[in-house]
């Protein structure tokens, strides 16, 4: 039998130049519209380790890293010879009515992390981690009451959306899943008040923020884990972009001396290749979800525990082991957020830096001056939030770096780069900032046309 010779480099080389015309023609029409827009349609041909190259050639600093998923760069490889090594292996993968081996190792390795935990469940993503802790936290207390905090993000499938608190994602797809109540971050006597029902089955929180770099008050997560413990709720850290090493800890629960009931994975954890979501739990919670053998497959998913997932993970905790990732995130994120503060006296725009490790926001505020503040009022009241893009942008095309406001209608730009950047790069992030934000803070300038242009596009879009 004749079997076809694909070679998708090839291919991808063939049709690149059509990649704007196909997402628009068959996928997402609109992001291509946002993309050409602020100018990031570069192009992208290569990922190496922290670095992005476009179609001239050019290298950019990724301070995205994918929404995290990149802890490690792009196409390590020691990642890339396990999934090679599983491929060439023949291994007996997803039989289903059998265990799978890697499965096992992956999650013995997990556990030793959290030596306080006991059961793994894995999932396809973290969104999928998040639907699972619903289930597990509902059917092992006996309550549906689920809390969660303002400005938090656990995902876009129904359950994990219904806890996200973003109305730029809720809009239009309720009702959500009932019985979720609210509560503002860091604040104790809310949550006390809800959990004091004695109806919650689970608090789900990020440690730190993603939609922000929100950071919790030194007192808030031990407390809310001591609240939960007194009214029989199971306290759930959503780590899917704060675990893995990103804070400067394995997890970020570690800089407060927290042990949760249950703990979310993901991202990171795929090596940037193969979506992965895992579920650690105590032994008491999981054993009431698969307490009888007709429940075995209860809860499930048909490609969670796949050999490549799994092979990826196992990989991706070899290598934070190995290069010392970890602690490299704890030392260059000190190093950076010490740098990025102390340019915060000489600029009015420039508000506050935050994080810990290497997740980092840097926000910006209103200015004093009334030069200023009279562009920062015509550029807020077209789009909450639109200033932030007259830093990103010019960090993009002038600077080569790719960066991301933290959320809808945010001051806030975070950083979330590979865990591997070195000396180098963060002196080459600490200078272009500076520039930037020095040139925003020139009345007029490019920076502000930019801002104009932004704010005519906006009137267009709505007339």
Same mark, same amino acid.
């Given at each position: 039998?004749?079997?076809?010779?694909?070679?998708? +480099?090839?291919?991808?080389?063939?049709?690149?130049?059509?990649?704007?015309?196909?997402?628009?023609?068959?996928?997402?029409?609109?992001?291509?519209?946002?993309?050409?827009?602020?100018?990031?349609?570069?192009?992208?041909?290569?990922?190496? $380790?922290?670095?992005?190259?476009?179609?001239?050639?050019?290298?950019?600093?990724?301070?995205?890293?994918?929404?995290?998923?990149?802890?490690? $760069?792009?196409?390590?490889?020691?990642?890339?010879?396990?999934?090679?090594?599983?491929?060439?292996?023949?291994?007996?993968?997803?039989?289903?009515?059998?265990?799978?081996?890697? +499965?096992?190792?992956?999650?013995?390795?997990?556990?030793?992390?959290?030596?306080?935990?006991?059961?793994?469940?894995?999932?396809?993503?973290?969104?999928?981690?998040?639907?699972?802790?619903?289930?597990?936290?509902?059917?092992?207390?006996?309550?549906?009451?689920?809390?969660?905090?303002?400005?938090?993000?656990?995902?876009?499938?129904?359950?994990?959306?219904?806890?996200?608190?973003?109305?730029?994602?809720?809009?239009?797809?309720?009702?959500?899943?009932?019985?979720?109540?609210?509560?503002?971050?860091?604040?104790?006597?809310?949550?006390?008040?809800?959990?004091?029902?004695?109806?919650?089955?689970?608090?789900?929180?990020?440690?730190?923020?993603?939609?922000?770099?929100?950071?919790?008050?030194?007192?808030?997560?031990?407390?809310?884990?001591?609240?939960?413990?007194?009214?029989?709720?199971?306290?759930?850290?959503?780590?899917?972009?704060?675990?893995?090493?990103?804070? $400067?800890?394995?997890?970020?629960?570690?800089?407060?001396?927290?042990?949760?009931?249950?703990?979310?994975?993901?991202?990171?954890?795929?090596?940037?290749?193969?979506?992965?979501?895992?579920?650690?739990?105590?032994?008491?919670?999981?054993?009431?979800?698969?307490?009888?053998?007709?429940?075995?497959?209860?809860?499930?998913?048909?490609?969670?525990?796949?050999?490549?997932?799994?092979?990826?993970?196992?990989?991706?905790?070899?290598?934070?082991?190995?290069?010392?990732?970890?602690?490299? +995130?704890?030392?260059?994120?000190?190093?950076?957020?010490?740098?990025?503060?102390?340019?915060?006296?000489?600029?009015?725009?420039?508000?506050?830096?935050? $994080?810990?490790?290497?997740?980092?926001?840097?926000?910006?505020?209103?200015?004093?001056?009334?030069?200023?503040?009279?562009?920062?009022?015509?550029?807020?009241?077209?789009?909450?939030?639109?200033?932030?893009?007259?830093?990103?942008?010019?960090?993009?095309?002038?600077?080569?770096?790719?960066?991301?406001?933290?959320?809808?209608?945010?001051?806030?730009?975070?950083?979330?780069?590979?865990?591997?950047?070195?000396?180098?790069?963060?002196?080459?992030?600490?200078?272009?900032?500076?520039?930037?934000?020095?040139?925003?803070?020139?009345?007029?300038?490019?920076?502000?046309?930019?801002?104009?242009?932004?704010?005519?596009?906006?009137?267009?879009?709505?007339?």
């Amino acid at each position: 039998m004749h079997q076809p010779n694909l070679d998708l +480099a090839e291919m991808f080389a063939a049709r690149e130049a059509q990649r704007s015309s196909m997402h628009t023609r068959h996928l997402n029409e609109q992001l291509v519209r946002v993309l050409k827009t602020i100018g990031y349609d570069v192009g992208f041909q290569k990922g190496t $380790g922290q670095y992005l190259y476009d179609r001239d050639g050019a290298r950019y600093l990724d301070l995205l890293s994918g929404f995290g998923v990149f802890a490690l $760069g792009r196409n390590h490889p020691v990642v890339r010879k396990a999934l090679q090594s599983v491929l060439d292996a023949d291994l007996p993968n997803l039989v289903q009515l059998d265990v799978s081996t890697l +499965a096992g190792i992956l999650a013995e390795r997990l556990l030793e992390q959290m030596p306080y935990l006991d059961k793994v469940f894995f999932a396809n993503s973290g969104a999928e981690s998040v639907e699972a802790a619903i289930k597990f936290a509902r059917g092992a207390t006996g309550r549906h009451g689920i809390v969660n905090c303002d400005h938090s993000y656990h995902g876009l499938t129904y359950g994990a959306l219904s806890l996200t608190d973003d109305q730029n994602f809720q809009g239009g797809f309720g009702p959500l899943l009932p019985g979720v109540t609210t509560i503002p971050f860091n604040d104790l006597e809310a949550l006390e008040k809800v959990l004091s029902t004695r109806e919650i089955a689970a608090f789900i929180v990020e440690p730190i923020q993603g939609k922000g770099v929100n950071m919790p008050t030194d007192e808030f997560l031990p407390a809310a884990a001591a609240l939960c413990k007194r009214y029989g709720t199971l306290f759930v850290a959503d780590e899917i972009q704060t675990g893995m090493g990103r804070t $400067g800890r394995f997890l970020a629960v570690e800089h407060w001396n927290v042990e949760p009931d249950m703990v979310l994975l993901s991202k990171a954890l795929s090596g940037g290749h193969v979506p992965v979501g895992a579920v650690l739990t105590r032994k008491s919670i999981f054993d009431k979800i698969f307490n009888r053998m007709d429940r075995a497959v209860v809860h499930g998913s048909t490609f969670a525990k796949n050999d490549l997932a799994m092979a990826a993970g196992i990989a991706t905790l070899e290598v934070l082991k190995a290069e010392k990732l970890v602690e490299a +995130a704890a030392k260059r994120g000190a190093e950076l957020r010490l740098a990025l503060t102390r340019m915060v006296p000489g600029y009015e725009l420039l508000k506050e830096v935050r $994080g810990k490790g290497l997740m980092i926001g840097v926000e910006f505020g209103p200015p004093k001056s009334l030069r200023l503040k009279a562009s920062w009022t015509m550029l807020e009241t077209a789009n909450k939030g639109l200033f932030v893009q007259l830093i990103t942008v010019p960090l993009f095309k002038d600077h080569k770096i790719l960066t991301q406001v933290a959320g809808h209608g945010l001051h806030t730009i975070k950083l979330l780069p590979p865990l591997t950047i070195t000396e180098d790069d963060c002196a080459w992030i600490e200078r272009s900032f500076d520039q930037v934000i020095a040139d925003s803070h020139k009345v007029p300038g490019a920076i502000w046309s930019l801002g104009k242009t932004l704010v005519d596009n906006a009137v267009r879009k709505s007339a």
